[in-house]
């Protein structure tokens, strides 16, 4: 029989060397765990075995950085489209824009006075129903730019431009569409300016001085004619009428009937051409009806019926004889 202390001595060494291989065995396992999952369990102190359950369990497994940021974004993304899709943005900024204004115009920001520089042919109330103004909108929340757009869609105004002059004023500086020639087209009267922009129609008698224009596309096109009339005024002071044929050329109507036919291309060149011979032979203020300047290097004048009969017998009658001191008759 063995002594109680050797006994348990012996169940002391072995139980001793368990837990070392045990532990010697833990370590290998935790060394592994501790290597995969370094930025989860660094830094914590727990037995080997409940690792390796949660390792197991796949608890305390984070997702990867750039994994979190995307789902983050897409949540956001999704909840704003959301509240914009529901009006919630719209109808919150036009409720804090309210107020601001309540407040602004609380505190003398309000549009109590309007200046007009540049201002001729267009009328007061043309100009302030262009700029709609309104008591619960502020000097600040003024929208000037489309106060701009809708004053330059009326016919007498070419330009315009609306600025704030604080705290309660605005200024508007437009610039106004000049009469440039009466255009007739079918059978309407209109002003129109340099652009060829309608401006209004024409009222009996007024501008009597300005040029007419006649036919579809003569009120484009009048403004490169009347230019290269100006360089001839004895032409131009003649012209009754400009008539657009065929939105192609022109044909010049004169006060005593004539009609001169100008070329679709190089019309600087006709008008020289018809200016010489108006000062060589008079053709503005003589017998011809009709000067046609169509074909380049070549002009055809037609002559009225009388006129060119008495050219005809000009031609057709007989030379008389011209007798010579000595002869006999």
């Known amino acids: 029989m063995q002594p109680l202390g050797g006994k348990t001595g012996k169940r002391q060494g072995q139980k001793k060397r368990f837990w070392q291989r045990s532990s010697q065995a833990g370590e290998g396992r935790l060394a592994g765990i501790a290597l995969s999952m370094s930025h989860s369990w660094h830094g914590h102190s727990q037995a080997p075995g409940r690792k390796r359950l949660r390792a197991h369990a796949g608890w305390g497994v984070r997702m990867p950085r750039s994994w979190r940021v995307a789902a983050v974004g897409f949540m956001s993304t999704a909840v704003v489209y959301g509240l914009s899709v529901g009006g919630y943005f719209g109808r919150s900024a036009d409720f804090a824009a309210t107020k601001m204004s309540i407040i602004m115009i609380s505190a003398g920001f309000s549009v109590n006075r309007v200046t007009i520089e540049g201002q001729n042919r267009v009328g007061n109330p043309e100009i302030l129903r262009a700029l709609r103004l309104d008591r619960s909108v502020s000097t600040l929340g003024f929208d000037t730019a ?21 705290p309660s004023q605005l200024h508007v500086v437009i610039e106004e569409r000049v009469p440039y020639a009466i255009w007739q087209h079918n059978s309407a009267l209109q002003l129109v300016d340099q652009d060829g922009t309608v401006i209004e129609k024409l009222k009996s008698g007024a501008h009597p001085d300005l040029p007419l224009v006649v036919g579809a596309g003569a009120a484009e096109n009048a403004r490169d004619l009347l230019d290269e009339l100006a360089h001839w005024p004895q032409v131009k002071a003649k012209v009754q009428a400009a008539i657009r044929v065929a939105n192609r050329r022109w044909n010049l109507k004169l006060a005593n009937g004539l009609e001169i036919r100008l070329p679709e291309g190089d019309m600087a060149r006709a008008l020289k051409k018809v200016a010489e011979l108006d000062r060589t032979q008079k053709i503005l203020s003589g017998d011809a009806v009709a ?16 006129a060119a009969s008495r050219r005809d017998s000009a031609f057709t009658a007989p030379r008389k004889k011209i007798r010579r001191p000595g002869q006999d008759a």
């Not at 489309?146 to 604080?166: C, G």
């Open 146 to 166: 489309a106060a701009q757009q809708r004053l330059e869609k009326l016919p007498l105004i070419r330009r315009a431009r609306v600025m704030r002059l604080l």
């Open 291 to 306: 000067v046609d300047l169509r074909l380049s290097g070549r002009v055809t004048i037609r002559l009225r019926g009388d």
